[in-house]
């Protein structure tokens, strides 16, 4: 069997464009506002923190903290990915930096940052719970992970497809990357059990303290349904350093 992530990489080189254009708008819609004060609930305020964004994609959530004065850094494991996030920050003005990289083995010394963040992306991971281990090592003490995701496995795998307004980016991807995106779902679904519960039980484990699930990020995030709106419900899970 072809690796996972191997199918991930190829995936996500094919909707690689697209999506940075989709992300530069979001950038300048009411969203990036929103996901800043989303940060803003759980960050520590009033110094510039050295922040991991876990599967970037094109850059949205470092770029989102790079401009608010953060030393910013992107890992995603699709090379396509990393290229479209260098040139959106060069569009942006911004400075991040950003490094093809493995989420689940990231390549920095233990406790580097003081923060870390990822949208959408450890639904992907087939080894989840060395993911939240590795995590933990790269935070300083004191440090916070702030992971939104949903459980997107599930979703598939009990088909339950939310409708999505005819403007969003999804509805003009092929039949071929509709049926890659659902097969990849069902492979992982394999690995993983339900979330958040799992997520919770993994951290703990891997040695975070005060983890907390919060599911009305949802609500305060995708209050319209337009072309960013995300029909299945995402969570919050924040998780701590001692």
Same mark, same amino acid.
């Given at each position: 069997?072809?690796?996972?992530?191997?199918?991930?990489?190829?995936?996500?080189?094919?909707?690689?464009?697209?999506?940075?254009?989709?992300?530069?708008?979001?950038?300048?819609?009411?969203?990036?506002?929103?996901?800043?004060?989303?940060?803003?609930?759980?960050?520590?305020?009033?110094?510039?923190?050295?922040?991991?964004?876990?599967?970037?994609?094109?850059?949205?959530?470092?770029?989102?903290?790079?401009?608010?004065?953060?030393?910013?850094?992107?890992?995603?494991?699709?090379?396509?990915?990393?290229?479209?996030?260098?040139?959106?920050?060069?569009?942006?003005?911004?400075?991040?930096?950003?490094?093809?990289?493995?989420?689940?083995?990231?390549?920095?010394?233990?406790?580097?940052?003081?923060?870390?963040?990822?949208?959408?992306?450890?639904?992907?991971?087939?080894?989840?719970?060395?993911?939240?281990?590795?995590?933990?090592?790269?935070?300083?003490?004191?440090?916070?992970?702030?992971?939104?995701?949903?459980?997107?496995?599930?979703?598939?795998?009990?088909?339950?497809?939310?409708?999505?307004?005819?403007?969003?980016?999804?509805?003009?991807?092929?039949?071929?990357?509709?049926?890659?995106?659902?097969?990849?779902?069902?492979?992982?679904?394999?690995?993983?059990?339900?979330?958040?519960?799992?997520? @919770?039980?993994?951290?703990?484990?891997?040695?975070?303290?005060? @983890?907390? @699930?919060?599911?009305?990020?949802?609500?305060?995030?995708?209050?319209?349904?337009?072309?960013?709106?995300?029909?299945?419900?995402?969570?919050?899970?924040?998780?701590?350093?001692?």
């Amino acid at each position: 069997m072809e690796n996972v992530k191997q199918r991930i990489t190829r995936y996500w080189s094919c909707r690689a464009q697209a999506f940075q254009a989709q992300r530069l708008r979001e950038f300048g819609n009411e969203k990036r506002g929103r996901w800043l004060q989303e940060f803003n609930r759980y960050l520590p305020q009033g110094r510039p923190l050295k922040i991991l964004d876990l599967g970037t994609g094109t850059g949205f959530f470092a770029l989102i903290l790079a401009a608010e004065g953060h030393e910013a850094t992107g890992i995603d494991l699709t090379a396509d990915m990393i290229s479209r996030a260098k040139a959106t920050a060069d569009t942006l003005g911004l400075h991040a930096s950003f490094h093809v990289m493995d989420a689940e083995a990231p390549d920095f010394p233990p406790e580097t940052f003081d923060a870390l963040v990822t949208r959408n992306l450890t639904w992907t991971l087939p080894h989840l719970w060395e993911a939240y281990r590795q995590w933990h090592r790269l935070l300083k003490p004191g440090g916070v992970l702030l992971n939104f995701d949903a459980d997107y496995c599930r979703t598939v795998q009990e088909g339950e497809d939310g409708d999505l307004p005819d403007s969003h980016a999804h509805k003009n991807i092929s039949q071929s990357l509709w049926a890659e995106n659902e097969a990849i779902s069902l492979e992982i679904s394999a690995y993983q059990l339900p979330r958040p519960q799992w997520d @919770v039980q993994l951290l703990l484990e891997a040695g975070f303290e005060r @983890v907390t @699930v919060d599911a009305g990020v949802y609500k305060r995030i995708y209050r319209e349904v337009d072309e960013f709106y995300n029909p299945t419900p995402i969570f919050c899970i924040c998780a701590q350093k001692s």
